[in-house]
T-cell receptor, first 116, second 109 residues
Framework: DVKVTQSSRYLVKRTGEKVFLECVQD?????MFWYRQDPGLGLRLIYFSYDVKMKEKGDIPEGYSVSREKKERFSLILESASTNQTSMYLCASSLAGQGGTGNTIYFGEGSWLTVV | GQNIDQPTEMTATEGAIVQINCTYQTSGFNGLFWYQQHAGEAPTFLSYNVLDGLEEKGRFSSFLSRSKGYSYLLLKELQMKDSASYLCAVTDSNYQLIWGAGTKLIIKP
């Protein structure tokens, strides 16, 4: 079974802190994604990556950056956390594309971030 | 713009059948996914449709009409564990996934 593991399930950070959210997948997938999910807004794509050291902005990249130094690992960085970044963050991976060829996206369990 | 519409919330009775609709307006179409998400958990894959028609998988079926920009997820013999949110997502012409906001399904005994 595909496993996508997010390092932290629940975090509480102070405004202005730097936050790292780590994600590791064990299926040798090329593609990895970071989403945030807020009530009533659905899943919103922050960044994605199709290859090592490669990154593409999603719909809401402002205030975030990412790093993909190894194929299996994709990190989301909040350089200076703000209260409007309080949310659930979901990491995901897929074999190719975002599912356009029917390749399923697999999600991690999510990281609940609260910024106070 | 690109848009996916689903009802926000639905209620059904244990043992019954429920149909969750999804309409979409996207730049092209390369497939439609349904995911299930229990509260506090990650979404999990349910079904994928790229051609018109009905795909059946046990108690769950998914239907697609590309000409109408419409899909539904049909859940039969509802169980309490089916209480969850159901997410519809469409892949557009650039193979970008567009997500609906999800439908929260409440099952009552």
């Amino acid at each position: 079974d595909v496993k996508v593991t997010q390092s932290s399930r629940y975090l509480v950070k102070r405004t202005g802190e730097k936050v790292f959210l780590e994600c590791v997948q064990d299926m040798d997938h090329e593609n990895m994604f970071w989403y945030r999910q807020d009530p009533g807004l659905g899943l919103r794509l922050i960044y994605f990556s199709y290859d090592v050291k490669m990154k593409e902005k999603g719909d809401i990249p402002e205030g975030y950056s990412v790093s993909r130094e190894k194929k299996e690992r994709f990190s989301l960085i909040l350089e200076s956390a703000s209260t409007n970044q309080t949310s659930m963050y979901l990491c995901a991976s897929s074999l190719a594309g975002q599912g356009g060829t029917g390749n399923t996206i697999y999600f991690g369990e999510g990281s609940w971030l609260t910024v106070v | 713009g690109q848009n996916i519409d689903q009802p926000t919330e639905m209620t059904a009775t244990e043992g019954a059948i429920v149909q969750i609709n999804c309409t979409y307006q996207t730049s092209g179409f390369n497939g439609l996914f349904w995911y299930q998400q229990h509260a506090g958990e990650a979404p999990t894959f349910l079904s994928y449709n790229v051609l018109d028609g009905l795909e059946e998988k046990g108690r769950f079926s998914s239907f697609l009409s590309r000409s109408k920009g419409y899909s539904y997820l049909l859940l039969k013999e509802l169980q309490m564990k089916d209480s969850a949110s159901y997410l519809c997502a469409v892949t557009d012409s650039n193979y970008q996934l567009i997500w609906g906001a999800g439908t929260k399904l409440i099952i009552k005994p």
